[in-house]
């Protein structure tokens, strides 16, 4: 059985503010909306942050108009918004369960938009016994295919060979070399270089969809109406077109979760049954695309080792790097599957200390 989420504990409480003039540009902003929209701005509170400089602050509505809504504060020299906005737009016309837009100055950073609730389907997930929460999942694969069916291409930046290389570039600069205090050169930054030219190659192969980037439970939330049957959608604003894998990867080889194979499989199975029907352009063959799936999920692997390295060292974020082990173990399992990867594993060995091999002359930064 795998380990149970080891899920980052987001902030809750009263609103503080680093910067007394955003504070104020704030108060003005809301004191100019709240009216409109039935706020009761007494009732801010922090809703959560996420990994970016993004966080989001919950209010409550008036007794004649009951719930709350949510505000998304991204300083606009920090975070752009139009992706968010774009990306917001296309899902609801997809279907999907997202938050409408009702208020939003670009030029300050403040966002007024639905709340989808409060409950993610990370926290809903039963860890200790995988297959009680399958219909859950496969909520989620529902979802998915939803938002796939409805790509376009030209319409999202591309998932291209340019963005696929920065990502992997964030392991060895953050994770092996600010991280590990090793020097990648060498013997090591020729391994790597070969090794990421041929994980580009193998995922460029796969034909494209919409891609949410980021799809798994902490970015899904439980609906608040029980009789509302989809899962809300948030953190989509990086999507892109690119791989048909990317995503469900995303959703069985969790940030924060890890699964047996056993449950990874029968959900995987599921959704490529459903994207089958849906008339996506998964492979008609489960190993091929199964396959494919694991050489997209370890590009995914290694870029979010080199980001959470990243969270900790350069934004002071440190309680992403303690799920970095869970990423390593999903390296390390990919790479034992494959011939063309034993380089790769070989080389998180000594890195990780695993087991001492030769081969590599490390050093020390």
């Known amino acids: 059985m795998s380990a149970p989420a080891n899920t980052p504990v987001e902030p ?19 004191d100019r909306i709240a009216g409109a929209h039935a706020l009761s701005p007494a009732t801010l509170r922090i809703a959560s942050a996420d990994a970016s400089f993004r966080r989001y602050l919950r209010v409550d509505r008036a007794a004649t108009q009951p719930g709350s809504l949510i505000i998304m504060d991204a300083p606009p020299e920090r975070e752009d918004c139009r992706p968010f906005v774009k990306v917001a737009d296309l899902m609801a016309q997809a279907g999907l369960n997202v938050p409408r837009i009702h208020e939003w100055d670009e030029a300050l950073g403040f966002m007024l938009m639905d709340d989808l609730g409060t409950v993610t389907m990370i926290e ?14 496969l909520r989620a694969v529902t979802a998915l295919v939803t938002w796939q069916s409805a790509s376009v291409a030209g319409v999202l930046p591309e998932y291209d060979q340019a963005l696929l290389a920065r990502e992997l570039s964030l392991f060895p600069d953050w994770y092996l070399q600010r991280h590990r205090g090793i020097r990648v050169e060498g013997a090591i930054r020729e391994t790597l270089d070969s090794l990421f030219k041929l994980i580009i190659e193998r995922n460029l192969a796969s034909p494209r969809v919409y891609v949410h980037r980021d799809f798994m439970p902490r970015n899904l939330m439980m609906p608040a109406d ?8 948030l953190d989509f604003q990086d ?6 894998t990317y995503d469900i990867a995303s959703l069985m080889r969790d940030a924060f979760l890890s699964w047996d194979e056993e449950f990874v499989l029968d959900i995987t199975v599921r959704y490529w049954q459903s994207a089958l029907k849906a008339g996506l352009p998964v492979d008609p063959d ?46 390390r399992a990919t790479a034992s599957r494959y011939r063309e990867l034993t380089p790769l594993l070989r080389l998180l060995d000594q890195v990780e200390g695993t087991e001492p091999v030769t081969g590599y002359a490390f050093g020390r930064v």
Do not use: C
């Open 239 to 244: 999507a892109v077109h690119g791989p048909v």
């Open 286 to 331: 489960f190993g091929e695309f199964y396959r494919a799936v694991e050489w997209m999920g370890l590009q995914r692997h290694l870029k979010v080792a080199g980001i959470f390295a990243r969270l900790t060292l350069r934004d002071g974020k440190p309680r992403y790097l303690a799920d970095g082990p869970r990423f390593i173990a999903y390296i």
């Open 124 to 137: 809903a997930v039963n860890p200790d016994q995988p297959m009680a929460n399958q219909g859950l999942y």
């Open 226 to 233: 029980p009789g509302e049957p989809r899962l809300g959608v």
């Open 12 to 30: 809750r409480g009263p609103v503080s503010w680093a910067d007394p003039q955003r504070e104020a540009a704030f108060a003005r902003w809301l």
